[in-house]
């Protein structure tokens, strides 16, 4: 049976909506057998950390109970504010000992109390001729992985794997589009009050960061600014980015909220490209996340940093089963990719 095999679940939780896939993968090719989009229930989320597991467990359990999806095994993303991740340089050592190593680097790091923190990390595979490696260090609070469990075990789950969301972005685009040898890629997925920001040099993850800035702000910002509510304004808003006709006024709102994203793009760039030597130069930029359509966006992105955005098309080499086209295949193509990255992985990974 496929799901006695090593096969996950991949389950973005996001302060929106949750995305679940279920994603067959073989040698000749990968088939998106489900996909399942479940608005967040009120009051799970505060901020952008979860706070309230239960209402959570039962959305994720009735969901995966309509669309009669019985394997029990999950691959969950960790984000939000209190998951941090620094890149490190340390000198090679003995795969065994590196455990350790890490440990006593991230305690110069990471501003915690450790024995609170739990640690997974990424080696950049690239410095493999160097003496020394960059590896970065992902550090998440134990509370959150225990609410992750704690999560898993209300809707009747298990956890095969937690990946960091970005890890998994990264991992949607290698299985899309490859190892891209000597091109500099970033990754931006434009969620509801998150922005995940990934670059990837010679085919290897050398930074991410989580930009507290969402979609969910431009939609505060017209209601802001034309006295509506948050629902009203939400209607407005995708209205304007589907090209339909709306007033006016909403077009300085949004682009507001346009030209601070593609700012702290620009200092992301900044900050990476600026501290490297001229061997990789960023290339192209993909976009993906809910927000990915925000009327203006792309361009304001592309303008500001002066390298072209393209949409992140995780579905390339996908099959996608009939049954999930409820949403458009433009909409599949935006909301997916962290779910797809997670249902990538294996147990035991
Ligand atoms: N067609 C559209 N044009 C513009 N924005 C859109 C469109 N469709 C959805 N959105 C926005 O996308 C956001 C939801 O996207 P997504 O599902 O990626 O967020 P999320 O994962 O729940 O949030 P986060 O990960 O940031 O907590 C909302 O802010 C919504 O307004
Ligand atoms: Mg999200």
Redesign the pocket.
């Known amino acids: 049976m496929l799901f006695g095999s090593r096969r996950l679940i991949g389950i973005?939780i996001?302060?929106?909506?949750i995305?679940i896939a279920d994603l067959e993968v073989s040698k000749k090719n990968k088939k998106l057998n489900h996909f399942i989009v479940i608005p967040?229930p009120e009051g799970v989320f505060s901020g952008?950390d979860i706070q309230n597991v239960e209402p959570l467990a039962i959305a994720i359990r009735a969901g995966l109970h309509t669309e009669k999806i019985k394997n029990k095994n999950v691959s969950l993303g960790l984000?939000g504010a209190s998951v941090i991740v620094k890149k490190i340089n340390m000198p090679k050592i003995d795969k065994k000992m590196l455990d350790q190593q890490i440990r006593w680097e991230a305690e110069q790091y990471i501003p915690y109390d450790m024995s609170q923190i739990s640690l997974s990390y990424h080696v950049n595979e690239s410095s493999a001729l160097s003496d020394s490696s960059d590896v970065l260090i992902v550090a998440a609070q134990k509370t959150m992985i225990e609410q992750l469990n704690q999560l898993a075990h209300s809707a009747g789950l298990k956890v095969g794997a937690l990946d960091l969301s970005s890890f998994a972005l990264a991992n949607a685009f290698e299985s899309a589009y490859g190892k891209l040898l000597g091109q500099g890629i970033m990754l931006v997925h434009v969620?509801?009050?998150?922005t995940h920001v990934v670059i990837i040099a010679n085919g290897e993850i050398v930074y991410v960061r989580d930009i507290g800035i969402?979609?969910?702000h431009a939609?505060s910002e017209i209601g802001k600014n034309m006295g509506l509510s948050t629902q009203e304004a939400?209607v407005l808003?995708?209205a304007a980015?589907?090209g339909d006709e709306v007033p006016e006024d909403i077009f300085s709102s949004i682009d507001l909220f346009n030209t601070s994203l593609a700012e702290e793009i620009k200092n992301s760039r900044d900050y990476f490209f600026g501290s490297q030597d001229d061997s990789v130069q960023l290339n192209q930029v993909y976009i993906s996340?809910?927000?990915a359509?925000?009327i203006g966006l792309t361009d304001k992105i592309s303008a500001a940093i002066e390298v072209p955005v393209a949409f992140f098309n995780v579905l390339g080499n996908v099959s996608v089963l009939p049954k999930n086209q409820l949403i458009s295949m433009d909409e599949l193509m935006s909301?997916s990719p962290i779910a797809i990255g997670l249902a990538l992985r294996e147990r035991g990974d």
């Open positions: 973005d996001g302060s929106r909506f995305k967040t952008s984000q969620g509801a009050l998150v969402g979609g969910h939609t939400e808003k995708i980015s589907r996340g809910g927000s359509k925000l909301i």
